[in-house]
């Protein structure tokens, strides 16, 4: 099997099969792609569009083609040396519904289920109504509403001989200890006989055995024809009688049904974030661990899957003892493997978003993160500085929102009152447990421990810390503090005595400094729940409010980034290759996800604006006169709001399809359908002046209206054509700072990661728009490594330009792995009258060398009116690189042209880049 050189995400779904990925096998290798990278492919909710909502983790999903569709993938991908990298999820498995055999059995038996323990529920609440129930908040009215009007019927499932109570797609299991209670009365002996032996369960030994099989009998009475139609009747809620029958038994149930409304408030379990649909599992429990990776464990023992990436690890109680723990188990199974899909190491990755200053720590045993911090960096080298303050002044003055730190704070202030409320009061709970346990502290109250538990994790700068059984890690300490720090400002000085205590309870005081016990237990549990409080308090503020209330440029606000920072010196890029290559060499490269807001181009394309941001601003105040007709006007003041305005017309000018032609209809309609269905969710979860949970119609019509007249309207042809005009000034400098973007992805230390598609160019938005189907006949047809640069560069527009870039960079990388894998990373010194608009940096291995040579921030040079993304050899003028070793014409050559050198060791940018707008040289023998 090849090294771990470059892998390719791919998402798939019942429209994109594991078979669907067979015959594009060839393509990927030819491409220069040694690892496909999957979504998640075990059972999922059926219509899954991405994986992440497993129902059942022990069988390959079969939406996807199941286990014989894996073994076909992986035989192709075996044909040519490849490997898969696959996608699990560790946190978490979808519930409702009535799909997951294990929620389902836990609904039905409460605590006496086998995985009673397997998801991580509060058993024991402060709520009498909750006393061992489970809340269940998927009703669409208020339960009492809900029952009174028939919307919960008691039904049977004849094939399963199970009684459920019904809603929508849900199906809420009845404790076969009550059927007796339902089957009673029955004018069958044998439904009688039956009611007599359920009866009798209360006191079997092992009573879900003898269950299920009185429900294989109770399944066959109704498959031979005995009716429970009565016995559901006497159940109808519609009648008084019913409605007290039903409502007793279901008082019964180790569940309680509430509305939807509930669950911020009153949810005792954990979610993936605050997605009711989403439960969270205690994978730190071994059964639990067992169970839930037994399938992963014996594909990779098989030989089918060379490698892991772990969704949402800030959501697991001790990410650290996961991932320790995968990485033993794991390495004991790969002993066992066949022989030709034997692996010297196997790669195991998480997605971790890190904060400013933040590094993943070295021992989890990991190979690295899934790259959302490599985006960043990027995206900041890629930035004017100059732009930063006319972006924010424009910003400021049209939107009259604040700066975007105290947009996050807002934020979770937010969601800590509302969509995270009832985790926010678990936390809160759990901190006056161990208040109460020691005489020196049982004096605080729960209104103090509130505010400065809000006031703390409002000025969290990370996801979270990692308190362990020796307290807080000295990676974490300087996030705690600062965070500590701002709270205390944010508080009057009566709460800082609070504060001070939260730091010792926090991870200040070892856990194994209390003895073994209640408190040592009630003292750990609090440091679990806070952290993980802060992770999904930090991704509901910032990815998925803030970043949609702040646009001073879009192009710095996506998952990982820092948006409160625009732009960052070249030094500091060099810095953070440097300490990658020596902490994590393997470290997965993305500059595109199935999470990203915007794609990479889209991102490229509006960091040219950081270049130009009085034109930026002049155009926007033009565009806002013109589009003065499109603005309604209601009680909350202009629709869409100048906020919202802007970000629209960001948004344009970075997703305009480079081939549309405003006189086809057809086109323009799919335009406008992809860009509203971003403008509904980005004005749903700023949360302003609409919302996911109270949908402003009226708002979001007047702004989806305002869209479709710019784009559309007869008599906004001007506006229209003005930001057409606008969108294709920044197209081809867009593209070279994509080429730019690209080229680093492939060449600084860690493992390139290629999102589907986008070896062409990729201006999507927001998923689902990126996760479209891709076209994938046209980019085989296309990766011809014979075609001109010239002829490339004429017809730039197309993508081959950027595939061809991928598909040389990338076999050169396949021809020196271990130059690229571990080769170090020296950065070049760049004099001459443009030194600024040029990053270099040279790879040096054992014997071999390359240098990378990329303009950045060059957008003046290639002028207002160009026609491709190169810029003219002669506005380089003496501009050049300063090599620190010998070099020899004869013994290099450039993937992209070659170049002469002169006797000073200097390479000259006008020859280095004179045939294409990027370059690698390759030293060879």
């Not at 990779?300 to 003892?321: M, N, Q």
């Not at 794991?330 to 493997?337: F, I, K, T, Y």
């Not at 160019?761 to 640069?789: G, I, M, Q």
Request: charge should be negative.
């Amino acid at each position: 099997m090849k090294p771990l050189t470059a892998t390719v995400r791919l998402q798939f779904h019942s429209d994109f099969t594991l078979d669907d990925a067979v015959p594009l096998v060839p393509y990927f290798a030819q491409l220069g792609i040694s690892h496909l990278y999957a979504s998640p492919i075990l059972k999922a909710r059926a219509g899954s569009r991405h994986g992440y909502d497993v129902v059942d983790p022990t069988q390959v999903n079969p939406e996807l083609g199941g286990e014989a569709a894996l073994e076909r993938l992986i035989a192709a991908l075996r044909q040519h040396g490849m490997g898969l990298i696959l996608d699990t999820v560790s946190n978490h498995m979808a519930v409702g519904g009535a799909d997951n055999p294990w929620w389902q059995s836990l609904l039905a038996w409460g605590r006496r289920s086998p995985y009673a323990e397997f998801f991580d529920i509060q058993w024991h609440s402060s709520d009498p109504l909750l006393a061992g129930q489970l809340l269940l908040p998927f009703l669409g009215n208020d339960y009492g509403v809900a029952l009174k009007n028939g919307e919960l019927p008691l039904t049977f499932d004849g094939e399963h001989g199970r009684l459920e109570v019904a809603h929508h797609e849900h199906r809420f299991p009845i404790c076969p200890l009550d059927y007796a209670e339902v089957l009673q009365g029955s004018d069958s002996p044998e439904l009688q006989a039956l009611a007599t032996r359920f009866a009798a369960l209360r006191d079997a030994a092992v009573p879900l055995a003898a269950a299920q099989a009185l429900q294989g009998e109770l399944a066959q009475l109704h498959a031979d024809g005995v009716s429970l139609e009565a016995q559901l009747r006497a159940f109808d809620a519609r009648s008084e009688a019913g409605l007290k029958r039903l409502h007793a038994l279901l008082e019964r149930q180790a569940y309680r049904l509430a509305s939807w409304r509930t669950a911020a408030d009153d949810i005792n379990w954990r979610r993936f974030f605050d997605i009711n649909e989403l439960g969270g599992l205690r994978v730190e429990r071994a059964a639990v661990f067992e169970a839930t990776h037994a399938k992963l464990f014996e594909l990779i023992e098989r030989g089918l899957v060379d490698g892991l990436r772990i969704d949402h690890i800030d959501g697991l109680a001790d990410p650290r003892g996961y991932c320790r723990k995968l990485r033993r188990r794991v390495d004991g199974l790969l002993a066992a493997r066949p022989l030709e899909t034997a692996v010297e190491h196997f790669p195991i990755y998480v997605e971790k978003i890190l904060g400013t200053g933040e590094h993943l720590h070295r021992d989890w045993m990991t190979d690295g993160t899934t790259g959302y911090e490599f985006m960043n960096q990027v995206s900041l080298v890629l930035h004017d500085p100059a732009g930063e303050a006319p972006l924010t002044e424009l910003w400021q003055r049209l939107s009259e929102r604040p700066p975007f730190a105290e947009e996050v704070r807002q934020a979770r202030a937010l969601v800590l009152n509302a969509s995270l409320a009832g985790d926010f009061e678990s936390v809160a709970q759990a901190l006056l447990h161990v208040a109460r346990n020691d005489l020196m502290t049982r004096d605080i109250t729960l209104g103090a421990l509130r505010r400065g538990l809000q006031a703390l994790v409002e000025h969290y700068s990370v996801y979270r810390t990692y308190i362990n059984a020796l307290g807080r890690p000295a990676e974490d300490e300087t996030f705690f503090q600062q965070a500590l720090s701002d709270a205390r400002q944010s508080l009057p000085e009566a709460d800082w005595p609070v504060l001070e205590q939260l730091q010792v309870w926090l991870g200040g005081q070892r856990w194994r400094s209390l003895p073994p016990g209640k408190a040592r237990k009630q003292l750990r549990h609090a440091c679990v729940r806070f952290q993980q409080l802060t992770a999904p308090s930090a991704a509901k503020a910032v990815e998925d409010t803030a970043f949609y209330r702040s646009a001073r440029l879009l192009s710095r606000n996506d998952v990982g980034f820092e948006a409160e920072r625009f732009s960052a010196p070249l030094e500091e890029f060099h810095v953070e290759a440097q300490r990658r290559l020596g902490a994590f060499p393997d470290n997965l490269l993305a500059t595109a996800t199935h999470d990203h807001k915007r794609g990479e181009d889209t991102r490229a394309r509006l960091a040219v604006l950081s270049e130009r941001g009085p034109w930026l601003a002049e155009r926007i105040e033009h565009w806002r006169a013109l589009a003065a007709s499109l603005r309604k006007d209601d009680a909350d003041g202009p629709a869409p709001s100048p906020a919202d305005e802007m970000m629209l017309l960001q948004t344009l000018l970075g997703s305009w399809p480079l081939d549309l032609d405003l006189n086809d209809t057809g086109a323009v309609k799919t335009y406008i359908e992809r860009v509203q269905q971003w403008q509904q969710k980005a004005l749903r979860e700023a949360k302003l002046r609409s919302s996911w949970n109270a949908p402003n119609e009226a708002y979001e019509q007047a702004c989806a209206a305002y869209t479709e007249g710019l784009l559309s309207a007869s008599v906004h042809t001007e506006l229209r054509e003005s930001v057409q005009q606008a969108a294709n000034a920044i197209a081809c400098p867009g593209a070279l700072t994509g080429l730019a973007q690209c080229l680093l992805r492939m060449t600084v230390p860690g493992v390139p990661d290629l999102y589907q598609g986008n070896e062409y160019w990729d201006l999507s938005l927001v998923d689902p728009d990126n996760r479209r189907p891709v076209d994938y006949p046209a980019r085989r047809r296309s990766l011809d490594d014979s075609t001109a640069l010239g002829d490339l560069l004429s017809h730039w527009r197309d993508g081959r330009i950027k595939q061809t870039l991928i598909a040389r960079v990338l076999d050169c990388r396949r021809a020196h792995p271990e130059l690229f894998r571990r080769g170090e990373y020296q950065p070049l010194t760049v004099q001459g009258r443009h030194a600024d608009k040029v990053m270099a940096f040279a790879r040096v291995g054992d014997g071999e060398r390359a240098i990378v040579i990329l303009p950045r921030l060059a957008a003046s040079l290639l002028g207002e009116d160009a026609l491709t993304p190169l810029i003219p050899a002669q506005r380089w003028d003496d501009t050049r690189v300063v090599l620190p070793f010998d070099y020899s014409p004869a013994n290099w050559s450039g993937l992209f042209g070659n170049a002469a050198v002169s006797p000073t060791k200097e390479l000259k940018l006008s020859a280095a880049l004179a045939e294409f707008p990027v370059n690698l040289f390759i030293e060879h023998d």
